[in-house]
């Protein structure tokens, strides 16, 4: 690992410009540079997968609901500080890329200083937050946190590794909304949220592997097109296992369970087929958080999905 400060030799020469910086990116003050290195459009899936815990909680309160956006915002944060490290420690490998050349730190148009003290902000508010809340209920998150440090560092470059690192995380937002709230965790349901994360890393690796070169992420250095082709196939369907088990199993409250199997599966699985639709075909998958919400007829699965879901949830309860 070179030092922050230093670019390693084989990235000291930027990639050749393939068209000009967004106006928008011109026209932006040093508070967009850092708005837009904390990825805003990143955050709506912290509240996604921490409140997944509520899908088998039989009662929700106050308090559930408390502790829910209590550790939405921790998650938030440690996201946060999670893509400014990672901005300081790769902008030179993203300068590579036609796209993430363009970000604040790899363009230049933020200084590392900047960056640095800005981080030092978020992780005080950050540690301020678990403080309030206790560390023995934030055990998640400073998990995460750890992980992801160690993901920056060294373990993105390790292929397989890199994709399960990310897939965890996402696990571990949703350990933190059970945590938070004092219930036990459904095992499958976490299968299902490691399984369907898999299925968009990889994803997201076969779109960067198809549409440029592994010099701004070596780990794509491991994975093929085929290959990556295999394991989406594989996560998928290990995904909708995963589903009807916890379905079946977890949200066996009362008799009726099999109404809501045959309600929302088809739902579920028209959005895993959806997906490599779009991922195939479509080339897309490059963002997946872009992709899912990018899709009308991905929107229009997940809120049927939602609205079956909690109908039938309230209907057994």
């Known amino acids: 690992m070179s030092a922050v400060g230093t670019p390693p030799a084989h990235l000291s020469q930027r990639a050749p410009?393939?068209?000009?910086?967004?106006?928008?990116?011109?026209?932006?003050?040093?508070?967009?540079?850092?708005?837009?290195?904390?990825?805003?459009?990143?955050?709506?899936?912290?509240?996604?997968?921490?409140?997944?815990?509520?899908?088998?909680?039989?009662?929700?309160?106050?308090?559930?609901?408390?502790?829910?956006?209590?550790?939405?915002?921790?998650?938030?944060?440690?996201?946060?500080?999670?893509?400014?490290?990672?901005?300081?420690?790769?902008?030179?490998?993203?300068?590579?890329?036609?796209?993430?050349?363009?970000?604040?730190?790899?363009?230049?148009?933020?200084r590392v200083g900047t960056a640095l003290v800005f981080l030092a902000a978020v992780c005080a508010l950050f540690a301020a937050g678990v403080a309030l809340a206790s560390p023995a209920r934030c055990w998640p998150v400073l998990v995460y946190l750890g992980l992801n440090l160690a993901y920056s560092l060294r373990l993105k470059h390790v292929p397989l590794i890199d994709a399960f690192c990310v897939a965890l995380g996402f696990v571990l937002r949703t350990l933190q909304g059970y945590t938070a709230t004092g219930r036990p965790a459904s095992g499958w349901l976490l299968l299902s949220v490691f399984t369907v994360c898999l299925l968009l890393v990889f994803g997201k690796r076969r779109h960067e592997l198809a549409r440029s070169s592994s010099a701004h992420r070596p780990a794509l250095r491991g994975y093929t097109v085929p290959f990556l082709d295999h394991l989406t196939v594989i996560s998928a369907t290990l995904a909708t296992i995963g589903y009807l088990l916890c379905v079946r199993t977890d949200m066996a409250l009362r008799p009726g369970t099999t109404t809501l199997v045959l309600l929302t599966a088809p739902c579920a699985f028209f959005a895993v087929f959806r997906y490599l639709q779009l991922l195939v075909v479509g080339q897309s998958g490059g963002d997946p958080v872009r992709t899912l919400a990018g899709d009308r007829l991905l929107l229009a699965s997940g809120l049927l999905w939602a609205a079956l879901t909690a109908g039938c949830l309230a209907a057994l309860h």
């Open 17 to 110: 410009s393939t068209g000009t910086p967004p106006q928008s990116a011109l026209r932006r003050g040093p508070f967009m540079d850092l708005l837009a290195l904390s990825r805003p459009y990143q955050w709506p899936k912290n509240p996604v997968a921490v409140a997944l815990a509520l899908v088998t909680m039989p009662v929700w309160d106050a308090a559930t609901a408390a502790g829910i956006a209590w550790s939405t915002g921790l998650f938030v944060l440690a996201s946060v500080a999670v893509y400014v490290l990672n901005d300081v420690l790769d902008r030179h490998r993203d300068g590579l890329h036609p796209i993430k050349r363009h970000r604040p730190l790899a363009s230049g148009r933020l």
